[in-house]
Protein backbone atom coordinates (compact mmCIF):
# COMPACT_ATOMS: atom_id res chain seq x y z
CA UNK A 1 0.00 0.00 0.00
CA UNK A 2 1.58 3.35 -0.65
CA UNK A 3 2.31 5.66 2.18
CA UNK A 4 -0.34 8.23 1.04
CA UNK A 5 -2.80 6.21 1.57
CA UNK A 6 -1.70 4.96 4.98
CA UNK A 7 -3.99 6.33 7.99
CA UNK A 8 -2.51 8.04 10.35
CA UNK A 9 -4.72 8.06 13.81
CA UNK A 10 -6.39 11.69 14.55
CA UNK A 11 -5.86 11.48 18.60
CA UNK A 12 -2.40 11.32 19.56
CA UNK A 13 -0.83 11.51 23.04
CA UNK A 14 2.39 13.46 23.97
CA UNK A 15 4.55 11.51 26.85
CA UNK A 16 6.59 12.99 29.23
CA UNK A 17 8.85 11.10 31.53
CA UNK A 18 7.16 12.07 34.25
CA UNK A 19 4.12 9.39 33.32
CA UNK A 20 6.32 6.73 31.93
CA UNK A 21 8.37 6.67 35.65
CA UNK A 22 4.67 6.81 36.98
CA UNK A 23 4.01 3.60 35.42
CA UNK A 24 6.64 1.89 38.36
CA UNK A 25 4.98 4.25 41.18
CA UNK A 26 1.72 5.13 40.59
CA UNK A 27 0.68 1.55 39.73
CA UNK A 28 1.04 -2.14 41.44
CA UNK A 29 4.31 -3.91 40.47
CA UNK A 30 1.68 -6.68 38.84
CA UNK A 31 0.31 -4.41 36.64
CA UNK A 32 3.65 -2.54 35.24
CA UNK A 33 3.96 -5.15 32.69
CA UNK A 34 0.17 -4.96 31.10
CA UNK A 35 0.63 -0.99 31.41
CA UNK A 36 3.68 -0.76 29.47
CA UNK A 37 1.89 -3.42 26.98
CA UNK A 38 -1.32 -0.99 26.52
CA UNK A 39 1.26 2.12 26.01
CA UNK A 40 3.26 -0.05 23.48
CA UNK A 41 0.02 -0.97 21.50
CA UNK A 42 -0.63 2.88 21.43
CA UNK A 43 2.74 3.85 19.97
CA UNK A 44 3.07 1.43 17.54
CA UNK A 45 -0.41 2.27 16.33
CA UNK A 46 1.14 6.05 16.10
CA UNK A 47 -1.20 7.45 19.00
CA UNK A 48 1.58 7.73 21.51
CA UNK A 49 4.67 9.60 21.16
CA UNK A 50 7.58 11.26 22.97
CA UNK A 51 10.79 13.23 21.77
CA UNK A 52 14.24 11.57 22.45
CA UNK A 53 15.14 13.97 25.16
CA UNK A 54 12.95 12.01 27.37
CA UNK A 55 14.76 8.97 26.81
CA UNK A 56 18.06 11.70 27.98
CA UNK A 57 15.82 12.04 31.03
CA UNK A 58 14.98 8.77 32.14
CA UNK A 59 19.06 7.40 31.01
CA UNK A 60 19.67 10.60 33.60
CA UNK A 61 17.09 10.30 36.57
CA UNK A 62 15.82 6.81 36.19
CA UNK A 63 17.82 4.77 38.80
CA UNK A 64 19.67 1.82 37.64
CA UNK A 65 18.54 -1.53 38.96
CA UNK A 66 21.35 -3.35 41.75
CA UNK A 67 22.09 -5.67 38.45
CA UNK A 68 23.53 -2.84 36.52
CA UNK A 69 20.46 -3.49 34.69
CA UNK A 70 18.67 -0.18 33.40
CA UNK A 71 15.22 0.47 35.02
CA UNK A 72 11.97 -0.68 33.32
CA UNK A 73 10.63 2.36 32.42
CA UNK A 74 14.17 3.44 30.51
CA UNK A 75 14.32 -0.05 29.20
CA UNK A 76 10.61 0.09 27.77
CA UNK A 77 11.38 3.93 26.29
CA UNK A 78 14.47 2.17 24.24
CA UNK A 79 12.45 -0.88 23.15
CA UNK A 80 9.82 1.05 21.22
CA UNK A 81 12.43 4.09 20.58
CA UNK A 82 11.91 3.23 17.18
CA UNK A 83 8.24 3.84 16.63
CA UNK A 84 7.49 6.12 19.70
CA UNK A 85 10.34 8.85 19.11
CA UNK A 86 8.70 12.10 17.15
CA UNK A 87 10.90 14.76 17.19
CA UNK A 88 9.87 18.59 16.55
CA UNK A 89 11.61 20.98 14.50
CA UNK A 90 13.89 23.34 16.31
CA UNK A 91 11.94 26.52 14.91
CA UNK A 92 9.08 25.12 17.19
CA UNK A 93 10.77 24.67 20.20
CA UNK A 94 12.35 28.20 20.07
CA UNK A 95 8.22 29.35 19.53
CA UNK A 96 7.53 27.67 22.27
CA UNK A 97 10.87 28.88 24.62
CA UNK A 98 9.59 32.28 23.14
CA UNK A 99 6.13 31.98 24.56
CA UNK A 100 6.66 30.15 27.96
CA UNK A 101 10.19 30.63 28.44
CA UNK A 102 9.91 29.47 32.46
CA UNK A 103 9.11 25.66 31.36
CA UNK A 104 12.40 25.17 31.67
CA UNK A 105 13.97 24.92 34.83
CA UNK A 106 16.81 27.43 36.31
CA UNK A 107 18.21 24.91 38.66
CA UNK A 108 18.74 22.51 35.92
CA UNK A 109 22.16 22.68 34.30
CA UNK A 110 22.51 25.16 30.85
CA UNK A 111 24.06 21.66 29.69
CA UNK A 112 20.77 19.79 30.53
CA UNK A 113 18.17 19.43 27.41
CA UNK A 114 15.40 19.51 29.13
CA UNK A 115 12.29 17.40 27.55
CA UNK A 116 9.21 20.19 28.24
CA UNK A 117 9.96 22.19 25.28
CA UNK A 118 10.29 19.78 23.47
CA UNK A 119 7.28 17.50 24.22
CA UNK A 120 4.78 20.49 23.86
CA UNK A 121 6.85 21.26 20.60
CA UNK A 122 5.87 18.31 19.04
CA UNK A 123 2.85 18.56 20.53
CA UNK A 124 1.50 21.45 18.92
CA UNK A 125 2.75 20.69 15.75
CA UNK A 126 1.00 17.65 15.61
CA UNK A 127 -2.18 19.57 16.44
CA UNK A 128 -0.80 21.82 13.44
CA UNK A 129 -1.52 18.87 11.00
CA UNK A 130 -5.26 18.62 12.51
CA UNK A 131 -4.64 15.78 15.24
CA UNK A 132 -6.45 15.89 18.25
CA UNK A 133 -3.51 16.08 21.01
CA UNK A 134 -3.16 15.53 24.62
CA UNK A 135 -0.04 16.05 26.51
CA UNK A 136 0.39 13.31 29.75
CA UNK A 137 2.39 14.18 32.29
CA UNK A 138 2.35 14.65 36.40
CA UNK A 139 3.83 17.85 36.09
CA UNK A 140 0.85 19.81 37.65
CA UNK A 141 2.32 22.33 40.32
CA UNK A 142 3.90 25.24 39.13
CA UNK A 143 6.95 26.14 41.22
CA UNK A 144 7.91 30.58 41.52
CA UNK A 145 10.08 29.82 38.50
CA UNK A 146 9.50 26.79 36.99
CA UNK A 147 5.97 26.60 35.05
CA UNK A 148 4.35 23.04 35.60
CA UNK A 149 4.58 21.13 32.08
CA UNK A 150 0.68 21.14 32.03
CA UNK A 151 0.86 25.15 32.68
CA UNK A 152 3.02 25.33 29.78
CA UNK A 153 0.73 23.58 26.98
CA UNK A 154 -2.45 25.10 28.57
CA UNK A 155 -0.83 28.31 27.91
CA UNK A 156 -0.30 27.43 24.18
CA UNK A 157 -3.88 25.77 23.84
CA UNK A 158 -2.49 22.43 24.77
CA UNK A 159 -4.90 19.92 27.13
CA UNK A 160 -2.91 18.16 29.13
CA UNK A 161 -3.50 15.06 31.62
CA UNK A 162 -1.78 12.49 34.19
CA UNK A 163 -1.57 9.11 33.75
CA UNK A 164 -4.12 7.39 35.93
CA UNK A 165 -7.29 8.97 34.32
CA UNK A 166 -5.57 8.63 31.08
CA UNK A 167 -5.22 4.92 31.11
CA UNK A 168 -8.92 4.74 32.75
CA UNK A 169 -9.68 6.29 29.30
CA UNK A 170 -7.73 3.54 27.46
CA UNK A 171 -10.21 1.61 29.58
CA UNK A 172 -7.33 -0.38 31.59
CA UNK A 173 -8.28 -1.06 35.27
CA UNK A 174 -6.17 -2.61 38.51
Known amino acids: MPASNLQVPLEVWVIDTSSIIEVCRGLPQTEHTRCFGLL???????????P???????????PTKKSGQPHLPLKWALR???????NPEWATVKEVLEKVEEVLDTEKPASVDE?????????LELQREGRKVRVITEET???PLKLALSTAAG??????VT???FLKAQGFSN
Do not use: C, M, W
Open 115 to 123: ADPYIVARA
Open 52 to 62: SQVIGELKRYA
Open 80 to 86: IEQVAVS
Open 40 to 50: TGLARGSQLVF
Open 155 to 160: VLGLAA
Open 163 to 165: LLP
Open 141 to 143: HNR
